[in-house]
Nanobody, 118 residues
Framework: VQLQASGGGLVQAGGSLRLSCAVS??????????MGWYRQAPGKERELVAS???????DYSDSVKGRFTISRDSAKNTVYLQMNDLKPEDTAVYYC???????????WGKGTQVTVSS
């Protein structure tokens, strides 16, 4: 499976961004994957930001709950991360991950940089 993340950029504190992650593969069914958004700030470990199951059940880290929304569109094989009320501490490279619900094999996309200025 291949993942392509996009939508990052530079935004002022309080602003919004929408990240997208398009998923594809030669033999592939989007509905068999749980999806997640992770981020990694300089000098820090990669952390889970939000996840959504194959049945579209979302979950969020405490740091983004109420500000970020994860969603998925099966028709487009795409998962989104709507980020509102961004804070400087949200600055990081954001990555999407796909996990097959049966094999638990992961696929990662290249990251997209999000920079929030104060």
């Amino acid at each position: 499976v291949q993942l392509q993340a996009s939508g990052g950029g530079l935004v002022q504190a309080g602003g919004s961004l929408r990240l997208s992650c398009a998923v594809s593969g030669r033999i592939f069914s989007f509905n068999l994957y749980d999806m997640g958004w992770y981020r990694q700030a300089p000098g820090k470990e990669r952390e889970l930001v939000a996840s959504i199951t194959s049945h579209s059940i979302p979950d969020y880290s405490d740091s983004v709950k109420g500000r970020f929304t994860i969603s998925r569109d099966s028709a487009k094989n795409t998962v989104y991360l709507q980020m509102n009320d961004l804070k400087p501490e949200d600055t990081a490279v954001y990555y999407c991950k796909a996990t097959h619900i049966i094999t638990q094999i992961d696929g990662w996309g290249k990251g997209t940089q999000v920079t929030v200025s104060s």
